[in-house]
T-cell receptor
Framework: EADIYQTPRYLVIGTGKKITLECSQTMGHDKMYWYQQDPGMELHLIHYSYGVNSTEKGDLSSESTVSRIRTEHFPLTLESARPSHTSQYLC?????????????FGPGTRLTVT | KNQVEQSPQSLIILEGKNCTLQCNYTVSPFSNLRWYKQDTGRGPVSLTIMTFSENTKSNGRYTATLDADTKQSSLHITASQLSDSASYICVVSDRGSTLGRLYFGRGTQLTVWP
């Protein structure tokens, strides 16, 4: 089982609140990713990082921001949550040196904004 | 446009029966194809990964096939168990970028009944 952790697992908050979703991995992977997934739909890449101090936006436009100050930590922040942000957020990591680009996923955070 | 299409969208089978899930893709240039299993409320877990030169790969009761010429893949599950109930996601990676961009299908929701 992959050593990648996400907290909280479930979060219900009111509109306008600031939230941070935590993601940590202990595998020493350089690449980390954030995906957004709605029920019955495909995963959409919203942010990724090649390593420390590297962050890039993904395919799906998102109002969230990320930071990568430490290799093992890749938090995602929403400054002002809205009901449209209700979704499942999945964090993943991979080893730059792996030609197969295997990505290991965390358990996800289910966010509900009321 | 790079796309991954899966069929059927959902499938119900009885415990002990076999089933086959389909995946068609248009991703180019192709790098590899993976099948993930995603339990409800969890992150995806890798089942198999195949490169261009591989046309079959097994992982226990799961056997994946790949036809790179027709850009089709299948996942065959033998002697299904209740724990096989999950969403099975086909994911194709391109080799056009250092990121190893992943393209996700929407998944086939498999339900195994006793």
């Amino acid at each position: 089982e992959a050593d990648i952790y996400q907290t909280p697992r479930y979060l219900v908050i009111g509109t306008g609140k600031k939230i941070t979703l935590e993601c940590s991995q202990t595998m020493g992977h350089d690449k980390m990713y954030w995906y957004q997934q709605d029920p019955g739909m495909e995963l959409h890449l919203i942010h990724y990082s090649y390593g420390v101090n590297s962050t890039e936006k993904g395919d799906l436009s998102s109002e969230s921001t990320v930071s990568r100050i430490r290799t093992e930590h890749f938090p995602l922040t929403l400054e002002s949550a809205r009901p449209s942000h209700t979704s499942q957020y999945l964090c993943a990591s991979s080893n730059v040196g792996t030609s197969s680009y295997e990505q290991y996923f965390g358990p996800g955070t289910r966010l509900t904004v009321t | 446009k790079n796309q991954v299409e899966q069929s059927p969208q959902s499938l119900i089978i009885l415990e002990g029966k076999n089933c086959t899930l389909q995946c068609n893709y248009t991703v180019s240039p192709f790098s590899n194809l993976r099948w993930y299993k995603q339990d409800t409320g969890r992150g995806p877990v890798s089942l198999t990964i195949m490169t261009f030169s591989e046309n079959t790969k097994s992982n226990g009761r799961y056997t994946a096939t790949l036809d790179a010429d027709t850009k089709q893949s299948s996942l065959h599950i033998t002697a299904s168990q209740l724990s096989d109930s999950a969403s099975y996601i086909c994911v194709v990676s391109d080799r056009g970028s250092t990121l190893g961009r992943l393209y996700f299908g929407r998944g086939t929701q498999l339900t195994v009944w006793p």
